[in-house]
């Protein structure tokens, strides 16, 4: 989990002719500062007026911005386009007046299109989400049903009656880029913990938050993948329910199928062709694997700062030490850095793709991003799902 931002931060990122609206219309109480000769930087008037303030009130102030804070990125700007045009304003991130940074960006949506902006929210957490699960070979193209989340919910609700935790539970269903999104809610074990009231008084407070469970099914590929902070057993039983309620359809075991094949990615040979159009570069820096006859474990990693190393001549130098052989380990990991080019939201950078047989951190990247390297796991047989894609040029790994 990312270190909150101070407030501090939060406030000098936004310029202050938005701030300057953002008080007037959501903070309570007069704001006696003159605007016009405060500072970009001069926020200290600002932190004074929200420590004056109710500590429910300062809190909601503290979420606001923290909100606005979290859409200030690719990822952000992309749910904020996705959801406009979901909501008939395709031309909305067009209407935000040149100039502002991303922070402002994402202040504008807050203070004209609020509704936009909460909606939002939904698609920034799929698109943020990790520790995804996939399973292929699912029916492709269903119709779901309009009671499909009623009964996905009651089912989940059922399942974790058993522990405490489940009573209440809420379904968002959503489509999105011809992925269909199930995002179950269900209440979670209850805590407490000590805050301050709006007195200054040290007070204990029960909650019960809910877990985040989140089933994405491609209707084209045939597939759909699980998000859940839950441990292997609890989504082992999650996947038949989605699938029973869901898409009507009756799941084999888990272990009947690998979600992505890497295997062959162990051998040298393998190349790692691109598509040029895409102007990325890929390299792989990280693999683990497992020998079953002698219970021997490799995971190795390249030297990043040697560009001409490569994995292929670490995993021959591990072996060379273990005096054993490449044919008889098995991959269970690999990480492949993408370095992307520049867009028009994000600097160039690179990002390191896990793969294990059963899940892949794909869908922690920006749509565009994902699309692009799904679509080289095709290509060199990661994903099953058939590619054909022509022009292509040959990277070393």
């Given amino acids: 989990m ?61 979420i606001d911005l923290r909100t606005i804070r979290s859409f200030a990125s690719e990822a952000g700007m992309r749910a904020i386009e996705d959801t406009a045009r979901m909501h008939g ?46 399973r292929n070979g699912v029916p492709s193209n269903v119709e779901i049903a309009a009671d499909a989340a009623e009964l996905l919910g009651n089912a989940v609700s059922n399942m974790l009656r058993e522990e405490g935790r489940g009573q209440n539970v809420t379904v968002e269903r959503l489509e999105n880029n011809g992925i269909v999104y199930f995002v179950v809610h269900p209440d979670d074990f209850v805590r407490s913990d000590n805050t301050h009231d709006d007195q200054g008084r040290l007070a204990t407070v029960s909650i019960r938050p809910t877990l985040d469970i989140i089933f994405a099914y491609d209707r084209h590929a045939g597939s759909f993948e699980l998000c859940a902070r839950l441990p292997k057993a609890h989504k082992e039983r999650l996947e038949p329910i989605f699938s029973r309620t869901v898409l009507g359809w009756q799941l084999p075991p888990y272990e009947d199928e690998s979600g992505y094949y890497i295997d062959h990615l162990k ?52 072996l060379r030490s273990l005096h054993d052989v490449l044919a008889n380990f098995s991959v269970n990991s690999v990480g492949i850095r993408f370095v992307f080019p520049a867009t028009r939201y994000a600097r160039a950078g690179g990002r390191i793709i896990r793969i294990t047989p059963g899940s892949c951190n794909l869908r922690s990247l920006t749509p565009d991003r994902a699309e692009i390297v799904q679509k080289h796991l095709r290509m060199w047989g990661v994903d099953d799902a058939p590619t054909d894609e022509p022009n292509l040029v040959s990277v070393g790994a």
């Fill in 2 to 62: 990312p270190q909150p931002t101070p407030l501090s931060t939060l406030l000098r990122v936004i310029p202050n002719e938005l701030l300057k609206k953002w008080f007037h219309d959501h903070i309570p109480g007069p704001f006696d500062i003159s605007w016009e000769t405060l500072g970009e930087n001069d926020i200290e008037p600002m932190i004074v007026h929200l420590d004056d303030l109710p500590s429910s009130i300062r809190k909601d102030a503290e």
């Fill in 89 to 134: 304003e395709p031309d909305l991130l067009s209407r935000i007046p040149d100039g502002l940074n991303l922070n402002g960006r994402a202040m504008w949506v807050r203070l004209h299109e609020w509704e936009i902006l909460h909606a939002a929210t939904t698609l920034l957490h799929l698109e943020e989400a990790t520790f995804w699960r996939k």
């Fill in 267 to 318: 051998d040298p040979n393998t190349p790692l062709p691109t598509d040029p159009a895409d102007q990325i570069r890929v390299r792989i820096e990280e693999i683990k694997m497992f020998n079953p006859s002698t219970r021997r474990r490799i995971s190795t990693d390249i030297n990043k700062h040697d560009e001409t190393d490569t994995i292929h001549r670490a995993i021959s130098e591990e």
